[in-house]
């Protein structure tokens, strides 16, 4: 089973969110994303349960749970949410190009 931890202390290590689980039951993996540019945690965690009774039990004693000050938020993991892809036009539509109809900066007539 998949479970979504939100609302993670960023000083929070996947070795205690290991810990905490692992008295509900085995634990195969626990993955805290980290921002790409600083390095620091994004505040939200993945842990993977072998047994789906055990992660449930694991939700619900452990939703609200505190850590470092900070009450988790603890639920089954959803999958992503299929993605629209981004278009380059940045949000201009199909207005046209800018022409201009002025002098060109570069005309020696100007």
Do not use: H
């Amino acid at each position: 089973m998949n479970i979504f931890v939100g609302n993670v202390d960023y000083r929070v290590t996947e070795n205690q969110l290991a810990e905490l689980f692992e008295e509900f039951g085995e634990v195969t993996s626990v993955k805290i994303p980290k921002d790409k540019l600083n390095g620091r945690s994004k505040g939200y965690a993945f842990v993977e349960m072998t047994n789906d009774a055990e992660g449930e039990e694991a939700i619900n004693n452990l939703n609200g749970y505190q850590i470092n000050t900070r009450a988790i938020n603890v639920s089954v993991a959803r999958p992503p949410e299929e993605r629209k892809p981004r278009s380059n036009n940045f949000g201009g539509g199909n207005r046209g190009g800018g022409g201009g109809g002025g002098r060109d900066r570069f005309d020696r007539n100007y």
